[in-house]
């Protein structure tokens, strides 16, 4: 699970002199080119408020982050652009950036890529076992006098959520649950943290619930999903597969298809 934690990126913008974390995003190569996915309403703020990016490198200091151009789910109909509501009706809330050469070798010193062969973009995502990995800003904690931030990733394995939904997510591709108390592998009862700033994460595969746990081998383990949306009141997390951001690549960059195709047709 770690080489998915290193893949897993926090987003920060500079608010008063202090870098203020905005949400996560998971690092993909695709040939020569360097992505990171996340939920659309994420990379809203760089694309279109201005806002500037950046993350951290093992040390807590800020690295920033050179977007060349970010493609997203588009704005539904009737929104603003640049109201803060606008993605409350997009059912896919989902985005990729493409990171410039120098950004990207800045990151490798710390931070590693996702392959394409640790997606999969056929995952039967009405069963099995899935690992949510971000960084929830209750888990943030901000240094002011030195420029620094600490936070921390929240791993929280879970499973689908098959309950009531909200008439907003009757088409919703993934619903996880996320109760408001888990159990340690102790067998202690355990808060969980509020998860605003996940938006952006990776969900994982960890098990398809057909093999037995002690056939589980590394390579199961596979990218299905981006989480954008949580519903406090039912307790369930909202996300969109993760094929839908690589139709995104695959429709505004053409000079990828053959790496793509070598792994699978999108």
Same mark, same amino acid.
């Given at each position: 699970?770690?080489?998915?934690?290193?893949?897993?990126?926090?987003?920060?913008?500079?608010?008063?002199?202090?870098?203020?974390?905005?949400?996560?995003?998971?690092?993909?190569?695709? !040939?020569?080119?360097?992505?990171?996915?996340?939920?659309?309403?994420?990379?809203?703020?760089?694309?279109?408020? !201005?806002?500037?990016?950046?993350?951290?490198?093992?040390?807590?200091?800020?690295?920033?982050?050179?977007?060349?151009?970010?493609?997203?789910?588009?704005?539904?109909?009737?929104?603003?652009?640049?109201?803060?509501?606008?993605?409350?009706?997009?059912?896919?809330?989902?985005?990729?950036?493409?990171?410039?050469?120098?950004?990207?070798?800045?990151?490798?010193?710390?931070?590693?890529?996702?392959?394409?062969?640790?997606?999969?973009?056929?995952?039967?995502?009405?069963?099995?076992?899935?690992?949510?990995?971000?960084?929830?800003?209750?888990?943030?904690?901000?240094?002011?006098?030195?420029?620094?931030?600490?936070?921390?990733?929240?791993?929280?394995?879970?499973?689908?959520?098959? !309950?009531?939904?909200?008439?907003?997510?009757?088409?919703?591709?993934?619903?996880?649950?996320?109760?408001?108390?888990?159990?340690?592998?102790?067998?202690?009862?355990?808060?969980?943290?509020?998860?605003? !700033?996940?938006?952006?994460?990776?969900?994982?595969?960890?098990?398809?619930?057909?093999?037995?746990?002690?056939?589980?081998?590394?390579?199961?383990?596979?990218?299905?999903?981006?989480?954008?949306?949580?519903?406090?009141?039912?307790?369930?997390?909202?996300?969109?597969?993760?094929?839908?951001?690589?139709?995104?690549?695959?429709?505004?960059?053409?000079?990828?298809?053959?790496?793509?195709?070598?792994?699978?047709?999108?």
């Amino acid at each position: 699970m770690y080489e998915i934690v290193r893949c897993t990126i926090p987003f920060y913008g500079w608010v008063d002199g202090c870098p203020v974390q905005n949400g996560t995003g998971v690092l993909l190569q695709i !040939g020569d080119l360097s992505f990171v996915l996340a939920a659309a309403h994420v990379l809203d703020y760089p694309a279109i408020h !201005g806002i500037s990016y950046l993350t951290i490198n093992e040390h807590g200091h800020a690295v920033p982050l050179h977007l060349k151009k970010v493609i997203t789910s588009p704005v539904p109909p009737g929104c603003q652009p640049k109201a803060s509501d606008m993605r409350d009706d997009d059912p896919w809330d989902i985005g990729i950036a493409e990171l410039s050469l120098e950004t990207a070798n800045n990151l490798r010193t710390f931070w590693r890529f996702a392959q394409l062969r640790q997606i999969d973009l056929g995952c039967d995502t009405q069963r099995g076992t899935f690992l949510v990995a971000g960084y929830p800003l209750a888990l943030t904690h901000s240094n002011v006098a030195d420029r620094t931030t600490d936070t921390k990733v929240l791993r929280y394995i879970t499973g689908i959520y098959d !309950g009531d939904r909200e008439d907003r997510d009757t088409n919703a591709q993934l619903l996880l649950e996320y109760p408001e108390h888990n159990v340690t592998s102790g067998g202690d009862a355990t808060g969980v943290p509020q998860p605003r !700033g996940l938006s952006g994460c990776g969900i994982w595969r960890l098990n398809d619930n057909v093999h037995h746990s002690s056939q589980w081998q590394s390579s199961d383990l596979k990218l299905v999903g981006i989480q954008h949306r949580w519903r406090q009141s039912r307790r369930y997390l909202v996300g969109t597969r993760v094929r839908y951001a690589l139709q995104l690549i695959c429709k505004y960059y053409p000079e990828l298809h053959a790496a793509m195709n070598l792994v699978f047709s999108v």
